[in-house]
């Protein structure tokens, strides 16, 4: 089992910065390809980053391309979202999650935290 717990959401002004911490626990012995996600009050919930098992590859909604950066750091078992340049549309709860392989869709991802709200005030 493994138990993802994220951090660092907030209210910020647009136009201001936020990072995001994922701490991973439980069986984290192989690690897992890593994403964010997000979900607007009353939508969908949407894909933002991902990050492949040894950080080589990263991948971005174009939503968020340019302004977002996703990083980890496996000995340490966390992971990261820096986002600049915030919008109001950026408002949401942010989760992040753990799965097998890199995919958009929320789906396909087997672990889950709680998901952390970043409001974003214009």
């Known amino acids: 089992q493994v138990q993802l717990v994220e951090s660092g959401g907030g209210l910020v002004q647009a136009g201001g910065s936020l990072t995001l911490s994922c701490t991973v626990s439980g069986r984290t012995g192989s690690p897992y390809v890593m994403a964010w996600f997000r979900q607007p009050p009353a939508k969908d919930r949407d894909f933002v980053a991902a990050i492949s098992r040894s950080a080589a590859r990263t991948y971005y909604a174009d939503s968020v391309k340019g302004r977002v950066t996703i990083s980890r750091d496996n000995r340490a078992n966390t992971v990261s979202l820096q986002m600049n340049r915030l919008k109001a549309d950026d408002t949401a709860v942010y989760y992040c999650?753990?799965?097998?392989?890199?995919?958009?869709?929320?789906?396909?991802?087997?672990?889950w935290g709680q998901g952390t709200q970043v409001t974003v005030s214009s």
């Open positions: 999650a753990a799965g097998e392989f890199y995919d958009r869709n929320a789906e396909e991802y087997t672990y």
